[in-house]
């Protein structure tokens, strides 16, 4: 479904991603972890070319692009399978919940506005916003704009979600409504590829965890085995200290 292949990402002279490998499979949930500044979300945005990889293959669901030869119709069409969940929620002030959901299927996939409005508060009913259709986003909480997001990403059905760390610019009361939603959207069997700082969502949630640091992979595994038997001790060190925190 994914399949990444000696991506390397430099930043000026600064080499943020260094040949990073790494793949999932359909249907399946892989959380990266890591410390901060160790090249996650860039890797996640490099994925859908929010971010342009300097070198390196990127495959999604068989359209294989080699980033230092793609043109825009292979980045328009890696982005057309992928739905990305930010940090910062990224939703247009001057719509409303219902139609910041609608804005990507009428203007990317072409959807009338009729299926659009359908599919749009039918995907909102399962984030718990049925309720939210008319507001705006500064009336509701960072919670409820986070499942505006998630719906956003989920009603133009991509192949694959991205969700980039998308409880760090919550309230610690607020994150656990949008946990819930995520792993909501896991069980209905979407390939997922999350950065996050929750370890116990991604124990929870995940089949496989990349431990990241210094942009390269330091350990890859199952959840049990990466949480319960860390190979790497720079695995253990960083699992013990964000444990204690």
């Known amino acids: 479904m994914i399949k990444v292949?000696?991506?390397?990402?430099?930043?000026?002279?600064?080499?943020?991603?260094?040949?990073?490998?790494?793949?999932?499979?359909?249907?399946e949930v892989v959380?990266?972890?890591?410390?901060?500044?160790?090249?996650?979300?860039?890797?996640l945005r490099c994925i859908n070319?929010?971010?342009?990889p300097t070198s390196g293959i990127v495959e999604i669901s068989g359209k294989r692009v080699n980033v230092e030869t793609a043109k825009k119709a292979d980045v328009q069409s890696l982005r057309l399978s992928t739905g990305m969940v930010f940090q910062q929620y990224n939703l247009f002030k001057n719509?409303?919940?219902?139609q910041n959901v609608m804005v990507g299927l009428t203007s990317v996939k072409k959807v009338s506005t009729i299926e659009a409005k359908k599919i749009s508060t039918d995907i909102l009913e399962k984030v718990g916003l049925q309720d939210r259709l008319n507001h705006y986003p500064v009336q509701l909480s960072g919670?409820?704009?986070?499942?505006?997001?998630?719906?956003?990403?989920?009603?133009?059905?991509?192949?694959?979600?991205?969700?980039?760390?998308?409880?760090?610019?919550?309230?610690?009361?607020?994150?656990?409504?949008?946990?819930?939603?995520?792993?909501?959207?896991?069980k209905e069997g979407n390939t997922?590829?999350?950065?996050?700082?929750?370890?116990?969502?991604?124990?929870?949630?995940?089949d496989r965890v990349i431990f990241m640091e210094n942009g390269i992979i330091i350990e890859e595994g199952t959840a049990e085995q990466l949480f319960n038997h860390p190979r790497v001790e720079r695995t253990k060190q960083f699992l013990s200290k964000a444990n204690k925190n």
């Open 143 to 186: 919670g409820q704009q986070q499942r505006v997001g998630i719906a956003r990403a989920l009603a133009l059905n991509p192949e694959v979600l991205l969700f980039d760390e998308p409880t760090s610019s919550l309230d610690p009361e607020l994150v656990s409504e949008v946990l819930t939603v995520i792993k909501d959207v896991a």
């Open 49 to 52: 070319f929010l971010e342009q």
């Open 31 to 43: 959380s990266i972890l890591g410390p901060s500044g160790s090249g996650k979300s860039t890797l």
């Open 95 to 98: 719509l409303t919940v219902l």
């Open 5 to 27: 292949e000696n991506i390397h990402k430099y930043f000026d002279q600064q080499h943020v991603l260094k040949g990073i490998d790494f793949s999932v499979n359909k249907g």
């Open 192 to 206: 997922m590829l999350i950065v996050t700082h929750e370890l116990n969502f991604a124990r929870e949630i995940s």
